[in-house]
Structures are given as C-alpha cells and as structure tokens.
C-alpha cells in the first residue's frame, strides 16, 4: 500500500469515528431529554393531584389553613410534600395560602399557589405552579 492509500484509509476511519461519536452523541441528548421531559409530565401531575385534593376539601373551607398552612417551605422535610416520580426522581410540593378575601362576584375565598420542585445540584429548582382560588359554599 502507497502512503497515499495509506492516509485515505486513516482518513476514512476518522470519518466513521467521528459520524459514530455524532450518533452516539445524538441518542445520548435524546435519552437526556426524554428524562428531562417524563420529570416534567410527573411535575405537571403531581400539582394537578395536589390543587385536586386542595379544592376537594372546600367542605372543610373552615379547616382549609389547620389542613395546608404548614406546607410552605421546601427546604424543611417537614414543611413539605414530596412524591417519588419515574426514574427514581423526587418531586416536592409546597402550598400557599392567601388570606381570605373577595375573588369574583363578591365571593369570599382564598387563593391556593402549589408549586412542585425538584432538588438538582443542591438546589430547588421550580417546575410547576398551579394558583386556584377556593371558595366556601356554605
């Protein structure tokens, strides 16, 4: 084999590496996303699930601030709900409470905020928020 042929053949093989490393590279940043986004769908639910159970208790409305106002702070185990999603990821909700006050047509209600994180290099990162306002109806 003459030198020339020599550098087509290593020049056509750095060629295939590199097509297969852009390959690789591609499938690895579709995974990447694929993750990102089911952790987004599992946000989305989670608050959904959440903001349902909050405006389900409108019957205990009396009871609505006992039941959710200690719910507010993410960093605090305790101050916090947490759910595990797909991929062994957990999610983490929060809930605020306004005070009462006229919503619409001169009702009396709160508005609820839930916001959904997730713990990423040391840090909460928001995914989610859902406001809603509940109203008694007594």
Same mark, same amino acid.
């Given at each position: 084999?003459?030198?020339?042929?020599?550098?087509?053949? /290593?020049?056509?093989? /750095?060629?295939?590496?590199?097509?297969?490393?852009?390959?690789? $590279?591609?499938? /690895?940043?579709?995974?990447?996303?694929?993750?990102?986004?089911?952790?987004?769908?599992?946000?989305?639910?989670?608050?959904?699930?959440?903001?349902? #159970?909050?405006? %389900?208790?409108? $019957?205990?409305?009396?009871?609505?601030? +006992?039941?959710?106002?200690?719910?507010?702070? #993410?960093?605090?185990?305790?101050? $916090?709900?947490?759910?595990?999603?797909?991929?062994?990821?957990?999610?983490?909700?929060?809930?605020?409470?306004?005070?009462?006050?006229?919503? *619409?047509?001169?009702?009396?209600?709160? $508005? #609820?905020?839930?916001?959904?994180?997730? %713990?990423?290099?040391?840090?909460?990162?928001?995914?989610?928020?859902?406001? +809603?306002?509940?109203?008694? *109806?007594?």
């Amino acid at each position: 084999m003459s030198g020339g042929q020599t550098l087509l053949a /290593i020049g056509g093989l /750095i060629l295939l590496m590199n097509i297969t490393m852009s390959i690789n $590279r591609s499938q /690895i940043n579709s995974l990447t996303d694929t993750f990102d986004h089911q952790l987004t769908l599992d946000a989305v639910n989670y608050g959904q699930s959440v903001i349902e #159970v909050i405006l %389900y208790s409108v $019957r205990e409305y009396s009871e609505l601030e +006992a039941l959710y106002e200690n719910y507010s702070d #993410v960093t605090n185990p305790n101050n $916090r709900l947490s759910y595990e999603a797909s991929f062994g990821d957990t999610l983490y909700a929060t809930i605020g409470l306004s005070e009462e006050t006229i919503l *619409i047509n001169n009702v009396y209600g709160r $508005r #609820v905020s839930v916001f959904v994180y997730t %713990y990423e290099n040391n840090e909460y990162s928001l995914l989610v928020e859902y406001i +809603a306002s509940v109203n008694s *109806i007594w």
